[in-house]
Structure formats: C-alpha cells, structure tokens
C-alpha cells in the first residue's frame, strides 16, 4: 500500500525547506512507527509513504490525515510501464472492483518521464475507455 503526500507551506521556507521537509518526513514515520514493512521516501517535491498491504488504506489515510503539514496525499498503485497499457489496465481494474458506479469518472494523467512513448492524452483516452468498456461507467471530461 503506497501514498504520495504533497505539502503547502514547507515549499515557501527558502534555505531552511530541507529541514522541514526532513522533519515532515520524521513525523510521517513516527506516526506509522507500529505499520510493518514502513518506507517513507523524498521523491522530489513530495514524499512516498509505502506500507503492508495489509495495513489497508483507511487506516494509512487516517494516519496520513493527522500529519501536521501534508496538504493533501493519495493513493498509488505502481504498473509496469508498457507502452500497451497491459499492466496499467489490470492495476486499474484490481483497484475499482467492487467499487460502485460514480456519477462520472475522468482519468487525468501526468507523465514525470517524458521519454515513455505514448503521450498524457493517448494514455488517458486508452485508459478511460478500458473503464467505460470495463465497468460501464459514464466518462465526465468537464465536471
């Protein structure tokens, strides 16, 4: 179970962003202290918080949620990156199972290596109808 935590504040510090940032990350440690298999990781201007997958995710976003400092966080779920979407479309079919139909959905996609062959748009239209294919959900593009 992975999460990617973003912050506000800590961004504005200047010279002193290390040390906060480092004391962020401290504290997201701290409060996952008893979590087993707990990883907590600087990725650029966010930090990767991995746990057991047993953990579960409510329990991961309640502590998440305590932090004093992250703005915001989400969920991750890692694919292989194939530029047929293989592996993507199963990890996004393990995740929504089970859920039940939104009003609509959207898939939004933002690629930090830019070097993978298909573009943002290629890959959130090819994703977005292997839902609509999938699940029968209705796609949102506006709202």
């Avoid at 502590?63 to 703005?71: C, Q």
């Amino acid at each position: 179970m992975q999460a990617v935590v973003r912050y506000h504040e800590i961004a504005l510090k200047r010279k002193n962003r290390p040390w906060f940032v480092d004391k962020l990350a401290m504290n997201l440690r701290r409060a996952m202290a008893d979590l087993p298999d707990l990883a907590v990781q600087l990725i650029g201007s966010r930090i990767s918080v991995r746990v057991a997958d047993e953990v579960g995710w409510q329990t991961l976003s309640d502590r998440l949620g305590r932090v004093f400092g992250v703005a915001n966080f989400s969920r991750v779920d890692e694919a292989p990156a194939e530029p047929d979407l293989q592996g993507a479309r199963a990890v996004l079919e393990r995740a929504l199972a089970g859920h039940p139909a939104p009003a609509s959905f959207r898939i939004t996609c933002k690629r930090s290596y830019k070097g993978f062959p298909l573009l943002s748009g290629t890959i959130e239209r090819e994703l977005g109808t292997f839902v609509y294919d999938r699940f029968g959900w209705q796609a949102d593009l506006d709202e």
